[in-house]
Nanobody
Framework: QVQLVESGGGLVQAGGSLRLSCVAS????????LGWFRQAPGKQREFVAG????????FFTDSVEVRCTLSGDVAKNTVYLLMNNLQPEDTAVYYC?????????????????WGQGTQITVSS
């Protein structure tokens, strides 16, 4: 099994940027599909971004597509989500998730492994 730990969240003013990290242990992330999801208070957890295990497919939800970048560091077994021009509606707990299967990257239920989440709060 793989264990995931997110970090990099925080309080930022609207228009600012944050880079979230998802560090994996137990297994190499190079064989996993990775996803980022977020959950705002009182709302369902939703897809933000995802990348297939081979890096051949990368998807973003429409609301963040032009503001986000996914990257990875194989040596550090870490995936990053860089979010620019953050807005108050981006306020949420952000989770990374992983799956060894070929999955629909946007579907929350397809990911068996989850981190504990990191909070992003954007002030206006």
């Amino acid at each position: 099994q793989v264990q995931l730990v997110e970090s990099g969240g925080g309080l930022v003013q609207a228009g600012g940027s944050l880079r979230l990290s998802c560090v994996a242990s137990g297994r190499s992330l190079s064989t996993y599909a990775l996803g980022w999801f977020r959950q705002a208070p009182g709302k369902q957890r939703e897809f933000v971004a995802g990348v297939s295990w081979d890096g051949g497919k990368i998807f973003f939800t429409d609301s963040v597509e032009v503001r986000c970048t996914l990257s990875g560091d194989v040596a550090k077994n870490t995936v990053y989500l860089l979010m620019n021009n953050l807005q108050p509606e981006d306020t949420a707990v952000y989770y990374c998730a992983a799956s060894q299967r070929s999955i629909n990257l946007r579907v929350l239920e397809d990911y068996p492994y989850w981190g504990q989440g990191t909070q992003i709060t954007v002030s206006s």
